[in-house]
């Protein structure tokens, strides 16, 4: 039986997933928008850095709902978690799915001369909560 704080991880992730799946599927919508009325400031030559980043940060912020709900669904199939590193795992990924798309959207939006801005330097550290998750949930679920 799954414990107390199993339930709420799993309730925050899952949370997290359809709410990123909604935000990040509304910002499809809207870079297709832009892209079909062919909008200048996004779809001129000058602003490709721009539709770049933010086609990255839709992308990214879309897998990472993805796994939110995966991992959600696949906690309790991660018997040798601790609580503690059930915990940090929750926060890292999170953490992940926050600064990851952020800095994608961030270096787009102050783009500047086919250089994307300084929130860009969000996606390294949100990939690297990510890695981290990622590590102490594979050792969670080995035999």
């Not at 062919?38 to 933010?54: C, E, F, I, P, Q």
């Not at 990472?64 to 990924?93: D, E, H, M, T």
Request: glycine share 16%; proline share 3%.
């Amino acid at each position: 039986m799954a414990s107390n704080q199993d339930e709420l991880l799993s309730l925050r992730h899952t949370a997290l997933g359809w709410w990123c799946l909604f935000g990040f599927g509304l910002l499809g919508l809207v870079l297709e928008s832009l892209n079909g009325f062919k909008v200048g400031w996004y779809m001129d030559l000058a602003n490709s850095t721009r539709r770049h980043m933010w086609t990255l940060g839709h992308a990214h912020g879309t897998l990472l709902g993805l796994v939110n709900l995966a991992w959600a669904r696949g906690l309790g199939g991660l018997p040798r978690l601790g609580v503690r590193q059930r915990a940090l795992a929750s926060v890292f990924l999170g953490v992940a799915t926050t600064l990851v798309p952020l800095g994608f959207f961030a270096g787009g939006l102050f783009a500047y001369r086919g250089d994307p801005g300084l929130g860009i330097v969000l996606v390294p550290i949100g990939a690297l909560a990510f890695v981290i998750a990622a590590l102490f949930s594979a050792l969670g679920a080995r035999r």
